[in-house]
């Protein structure tokens, strides 16, 4: 028998409502709630907040409320309070009920210049400190790289960065309210780059034929389950190499750990680098640039350094004398005599100078060469294969499913906050997927051995595997 037509008629009152029911136990965001502790969001905030006046929106709402524009890759926040009217899982997860008051977007804004960025790496911290206790961070192997991010520019506006500080500084001494402004944090690049006026704190790069005006997030990935530890935003058109010394004591100060080996791309493979590995006891898997030669030409390989003499011997055995020191580069040119070389028998295989064949070292070529022999090659080939699911699948994870690539607000500040507020999203989804696994056979062994009465023993073997729900999709 068919039933009568589905009309819908508003109550006046409703009963026996609980919006926890309608919360399915599976639901991602009914176990980031039990994993997530965010009470010390209150006490890190409290020094930005008066005595008197009007009360704030709770900063743990606030700071859920930011997570979830991440976590749900909504586009703005404008977008984020309007949908959260009807998202009952988004409410719930918030501590909202059906009649709770809906706050303006700009609470978030406002938040977010109030407490600054220390309160998100303190997040970050903290989610990081959890994903160590829950063994997701090996500790012995770490990749570094970094990617491009585009800035919330025209990217057909740009204007050199000097003209725009200086165009910035004298509409502030226009202002009469502001006689004394103090560019803080807004450094001006080289005069040669290049900025947008809406942002000039970002820098402009050439990634893939492209070119970019944004920033830089620079991170390091822990090798055994992909764990961020570090995360280090600088504009575009920063070199990744003068950044490696900052992500590794921000990694080390955030897990307590110091890596054996580093991993990255020849981008960091400089005299400088290996050298500051070299100091801190750590082992380099990164190659770096080589001079090459013309074919049919001695390469720099045919030629011998004398430590002792302070020279190279050419394959003629003839000597190669210091010409002069480059500090910027680094680097010693040595140069061998041109009556000599015009008169060399190897010389169509050597150089066609009349002034001599040149051969430069590195002031830090020890170290260079020391990098060079540290692994083998086939243990090198391996972890540079590992870096590339590592560091790439991280930044690709990033984009696809936090919104990565593209800048959400203007200026370095809130770059950094963004960068990790993603970071923190990508570890609690980790540590998500982890929480949701059976516990393993080598667990319940470690676990045997802990326990003296068997009765405790299964109880607790009981427990553990109550957790092993289905993990969850990418």
Not at 183 to 208: C, E, F, Y
Not at 322 to 338: A, H, L
Not at 407 to 414: F, N, P, V
Not at 453 to 469: F, T, Y
Request: proline share 4%; net charge positive; aromatic share 6%.
């Amino acid at each position: 028998m068919m039933g009568p037509r589905q009309q819908v008629a508003p109550k006046l009152f409703y009963t026996n409502i609980n919006l926890s029911d309608r919360i399915p136990e599976d639901h991602k965001l009914r176990r980031l709630k039990d994993v997530l502790d965010l009470e010390f969001i209150r006490r890190e905030v409290a020094n930005c907040y008066g005595y008197n006046g009007q009360e704030s929106v709770d900063p743990i709402l606030l700071m859920k409320l930011m997570l979830l524009l991440f976590l749900e890759q909504v586009p703005s926040e404008r977008e984020l309070m309007r949908q959260l009217r009807y998202r009952l899982d988004w409410m719930w997860f918030c501590g909202l009920d059906f009649d709770a008051a809906i706050a303006d977007h700009s609470v978030l804004s406002k938040a977010r210049a109030l407490w600054g960025e220390d309160v998100f790496a303190g997040l970050f911290a903290q989610v990081l400190h959890q994903c160590v206790r829950a063994g997701l961070v090996g500790g012995q192997i770490l990749h570094v790289d970094a990617s491009c991010i585009g800035g919330n520019v025209d990217i057909n506006k740009l204007q050199p960065v000097l003209r725009v500080v200086a165009q910035k500084l004298y509409e502030r001494l226009d202002d009469a309210q502001d006689p004394a402004p103090e560019l803080k944090d807004q450094t001006p690049g080289p005069s040669g780059r290049l900025t947008a006026q809406s942002d000039h704190q970002a820098g402009v790069t050439r990634s893939n034929g492209q070119t970019i005006c944004g920033y830089k997030d620079h991170r390091s990935v822990d090798d055994a389950h992909g764990i961020i530890t570090a995360t280090v935003t600088t504009d575009a058109a920063t070199n990744e190499c003068q950044v490696l010394g900052q992500v590794l004591d921000a990694h080390e100060a955030n897990t307590q750990q110091r890596p054996q080996t580093v991993v990255a791309d020849k981008q960091y493979g400089t005299g400088e680098n290996y050298k500051d590995l070299r100091q801190k006891g750590m082992t380099p898997c990164i190659p770096h640039k080589k001079a090459t030669s013309q074919p049919g030409r001695f390469g720099h390989d045919a030629f011998t350094y004398d430590r002792q003499q302070d020279c190279f011997i050419c394959p003629a055995g003839q000597r190669l004398r210091r010409q002069y020191r480059d500090e910027v580069d680094r680097r010693v040119r040595y140069r061998g005599r041109p009556s000599i070389c015009r008169d060399c028998t190897l010389r169509e295989r050597c150089s066609c100078s009349n002034r001599g064949r040149v051969v430069e070292r590195h002031m830090d070529q020890d170290d260079i060469d020391w990098a060079d022999g540290c692994l083998s090659w086939a243990w090198r080939r391996r972890l540079m294969t590992r870096r590339k699911s590592c560091m790439e699948g991280s930044f690709a994870d990033a984009a696809n499913c936090h919104r990565f690539k593209r800048a959400r607000w203007r200026g370095l500040i809130k770059m950094r906050i963004q960068n990790l507020l993603i970071a923190t999203c990508q570890n609690l989804r980790k540590l998500l997927r982890w929480a949701a696994q059976p516990p393993t056979a080598a667990t319940l062994v470690a676990l045997k051995g802990l326990l003296s009465h068997s009765a405790d023993l299964l109880l607790l073997m009981i427990l553990a595997l109550g957790r092993g729900r289905p993990s969850p999709s990418r």
